[in-house]
């Protein structure tokens, strides 16, 4: 029951949006993230965080090949470490909202660009080892890290009818790291999604 009333406002939010010359769409896929910046004292043995990105996205036209395209994506990010017998992985989870500016191209099979700030809101920081209770597994970072996110995505990708494959790199400016921790510590995030639009 809880799924037909999704379906159904979902299918009335595309109707609406057509009419409008507006388009809805979803889209999801898999993110790649570390650290960047900062005195980080252990560069050689950063590694990647591997995670999931999915949301929902409105495309404004705005006359010719631009559009103005506001999303709401979650995002897991942060990154991992690979000590000599410690292996630590930072998880930072946040709603994500970019703006993005997109040009496409073409017809048929349509090229496009997007570029755009974003900002996040955490919803959750901690670490977790392999070590079981000899290591911090689960251990809260909330106070360490800062409950916003803000930077800048740019990427590009393909609209085979009403199928979307792209690629994106988002970059934070403003620092993780909490103003007790003197480390300016930046998300930095490739992704690949796939998505539809309504």
């Known amino acids: 029951m809880r799924w037909n009333a999704i379906a159904w406002a979902l299918v009335g939010a595309a109707s609406a949006a057509s009419a409008q010359g507006m388009e809805i769409g979803v889209k999801g896929g898999l993110s790649v993230a570390e650290f960047s910046g900062g005195d980080n004292d252990f560069d050689e043995a950063e590694g990647s965080r591997k995670g ?4 929902a996205f409105l495309a404004f036209p ?6 103005l395209q506001p999303e709401a994506l979650f995002a897991q990010k942060g990154s991992a470490y690979d000590f000599s017998d410690l292996d630590t992985t930072i998880k930072l989870d946040y709603v994500e909202v970019p703006l993005l500016l997109k040009a496409r191209f073409g017809v048929g099979i ?6 755009g700030p ?14 079981g209770d000899d290591g911090p597994d689960g251990l809260d970072l909330e106070d360490e890290t800062k409950g916003t996110d803000y930077g800048y995505v740019a990427g590009a990708g393909l609209e085979i009818g009403v199928v979307l494959v792209e690629a994106r790199y988002a970059r934070g400016l403003g620092g993780i790291a909490s103003d007790e921790i003197e480390d300016d510590i930046d998300n930095a995030v490739w992704s690949v999604l796939v998505g539809l639009r309504f």
């Open 52 to 55: 999931l990105v999915a949301g």
């Open 62 to 67: 705005l006359g010719g090949p631009l559009s």
């Open 110 to 115: 349509r090229p496009y660009v997007f570029a």
């Open 118 to 131: 974003y900002v996040g809101f955490r919803l959750s920081a901690k670490a977790d080892s392999d070590a």
